[in-house]
Nanobody, 121 residues
Framework: VQLQASGGGLVQAGGSLRLSCAASGNIFSINAMGWYRQAPGKERELVALIRRSGGTTIYADSVKGRFTISRDNAKNTVYLQMASLNSEDTAVYYC???????????????WGKGTQVTVSS
């Protein structure tokens, strides 16, 4: 499975961005997909996950109410709509896909290259 993320960039505080991650290859076993982020000097943080079937979602507390994860199974794509962005959201965002039953970071098998999101104050 290959993942291609896009949509990062520079945005002012309070603004919005949408990230996309398209998957190709053998995705039939994929159970969930999502995003994590890593800021300089900080640990990796799970941002959001969504089940491929059923659409169950989980979010980090830090983004609840501001970020929305969604997927288009026909396009093999997962999205992250980010709103009310602040400087704490500045990070490299990585998409990930997983085939395991658990809905969490430990259920992921494939990771894309990151896309930078920078929020200016």
């Amino acid at each position: 499975v290959q993942l291609q993320a896009s949509g990062g960039g520079l945005v002012q505080a309070g603004g919005s961005l949408r990230l996309s991650c398209a998957a190709s290859g053998n995705i039939f076993s994929i159970n969930a997909m999502g995003w994590y982020r890593q800021a300089p000097g900080k640990e990796r943080e799970l941002v959001a996950l969504i089940r491929r079937s059923g659409g169950t979602t989980i979010y980090a507390d830090s983004v609840k109410g501001r970020f929305t994860i969604s997927r288009d199974n026909a396009k093999n794509t997962v999205y992250l709509q980010m709103a009310s962005l602040n400087s704490e959201d500045t990070a490299v965002y990585y998409c990930m896909y997983g085939s395991r039953a658990v809905l969490g970071m430990n259920g992921m098998d494939y990771w894309g290259k990151g896309t930078q999101v920078t929020v200016s104050s």
